[in-house]
């Protein structure tokens, strides 16, 4: 099993700097959630939150469980499932948008995910499913450059995206996740992560567009999506 991560930023005396994930790790806060008391133990309760959370980056549910489950409890049982513990940006406004990322750190933990996976209706199993019913705009080239390079169907490739501009950064974060097994049972995948310069007339323009996360897609598809898929495609080379 492998899953090699990345990190594309504009900031090379800083290798390896970690960075907010925006909405990156989704299906682990609710890998997790599920072990916890609170919503996550009721498996219809879980599912009606985590699936809209994983296959449509919706806000509402995570911050939902983040609230219900608590920071602390989310992030220690993920450190318990994949051994990686993230923290949190204390300067951070938005709850689960907080965590600090390294793209290391995110592969080794979706490693763990695909490991878990026993069948699709297990918890792993079908967050991974949702992870492969993410709309295609939604996956700024990784989808499409996996199942290139790893020669399958789009459909096989899972992926779960993350992409903001904070009102206090320079940079417009996109980051992509791809797991992918392969018909041998080996599992592949990838974790990019981008911070790219942003000028300050197109954030002034995205504070004035955001509203859920989908008005501003098209500026990520254009500024972050080539670098996504080129880093993506090198990963599974």
């Known amino acids: 099993m492998a899953v090699d991560g990345t990190m594309t930023v504009d900031a090379p005396d800083r290798p390896g700097w970690p960075m907010r994930c ?3 790790l989704k299906p682990l806060y609710f890998w997790a959630a599920a072990q916890l008391p609170g919503p996550g133990r009721d498996p219809q309760q879980w599912a009606a939150l985590a699936e809209p959370a994983v296959r449509l980056s919706a806000n509402d549910p995570t911050v939902q469980i983040w609230d219900d489950c608590g920071a602390d409890p989310l992030l220690n ?3 318990s499932l994949t051994g990686v513990l993230f923290t949190s940006d204390p300067t951070g406004r938005r709850t689960f948008g907080r965590v600090l990322v390294r793209a290391e750190e995110v592969a080794r933990a979706y490693a763990a995910l695909a490991a878990a996976a026993g069948t699709d209706a297990d ?3 079908r967050l991974l499913g ?3 019913e993410v709309p295609a705009q939604q996956t700024f080239g990784a989808r499409t450059a996996a199942a290139a390079a790893l020669g399958v169907p789009p459909g096989d490739v899972g992926v779960k995206c993350g992409w903001f501009t904070d009102e206090d950064e320079t940079v417009l974060r996109t980051h992509a996740v791809t797991v992918t097994r392969l018909t041998d049972g080996q599992v592949r995948g990838t974790a990019v992560l981008t911070a790219l310069p942003l000028a300050a007339a197109q954030r002034t323009s ?6 859920e996360g989908p008005e501003v897609l098209p500026l990520h598809q254009d500024h972050a999506a080539p670098r996504i898929a080129e ?3 090198l990963l599974l080379a």
Do not use: K
Request: aromatic letters at 14%; a positive charge; proline letters at 0%.
């Open 206 to 211: 995205y504070r004035r567009l955001y509203v």
């Open 77 to 79: 049982t993920i450190a």
């Open 231 to 233: 880093e993506t495609s």
């Open 130 to 132: 949702w992870m492969r």
């Open 22 to 24: 925006a909405s990156l």
């Open 123 to 125: 918890v792993a199993g």
